[in-house]
Each structure stands twice: as C-alpha cells, then as structure tokens.
C-alpha cells in the first residue's frame, strides 16, 4: 500500500521521467524553511510581548512613584477627568482629598489620580484686532432671508 502526500495526492515515491524516485516534495527543503520562518515570527513575537511588559512595568513604577510623592497643593487630574487640588493625603488608607471647587472636597483612591497638573500660563485677553480677525474668518451668513421679511 502506498502512502499519499497530503497536499497533492500523488504517491511519496513516483519514478520521474528518467526513471529515477522523486518525493512529493513534503521532505524536501521548503519544509525547513518554513519551519525556520514559523519560529523566527514566534521568536519575534515572543520578543514583542516582553519588551511591552518592560515598558508598561516602567510606566506603571512612575505612576506609582508620583502618586506616592503628592503633597498638599498639588494640582492633579484624575483618571476620570476631574482637575483639583490635593488637600490631605493618607498614604496607609490609600485615600486622598482633592479639592475641585471652592468649598468642594472629595476623598479619592489614591491610585485614581493618573497626572499631576502643570500650572499654565494664564491665556492672553482678546482685544479688538482678535476680534476683526476672527470675524473676518467667519463664514458668510445667508442675509436674503432676513431681507425677505
């Protein structure tokens, strides 16, 4: 009984036209070579998934660090968004209490809190010629139905 490849259905030892045996070509050095690529992609794949555990490790030590290291008067962001002031932090509890409005204290995990907030220059007022500009910028309104009226 012979046996058969199982990509072309052709016996593993046919005699070529000059009468000498030839295989499927299942043996033959494409198969190492394929096997070659199939570890050198799961190589690389294995490297990728490490070397993103690295950095996301490293990332997560910083945050720690900051989160750690806030004092009263810190103006920080909070995961969800929220912008505030720290007012007391109780490292063993794991809280904080941010204050985000005048009169408006919260008490918040400590690990809610993802940036600390750099003061910010304060914006410079509009005068006239922003205001020109600006309006000069703005797309043309449709007048024709108010003269209709």
Known sequence: MDTYCIYDSTPFSTLNPRGERRGCGCESETMDFNLLIMIAMMALLAWMMFS?????????????????????????????????????????????????????????????????????????????DAYEATASEAPASDTSSDTAK
């Open 52 to 128: 993103a555990q690295k950095r996301q490790r490293k990332q997560m030590e910083e945050l720690r660090a900051m989160q750690q290291s806030l004092v009263p008067g810190t103006q920080v962001m909070t995961g969800s968004g929220i912008y505030g002031t720290v007012v007391s932090t109780d490292l063993e509890n794991n809280k904080l209490q941010l204050q985000i409005a005048d009169g408006v204290v919260i008490t918040l995990a400590l690990n809610a809190i993802m940036a600390v907030v750099e003061e910010e220059a304060p914006a410079a007022p509009l005068t006239e």
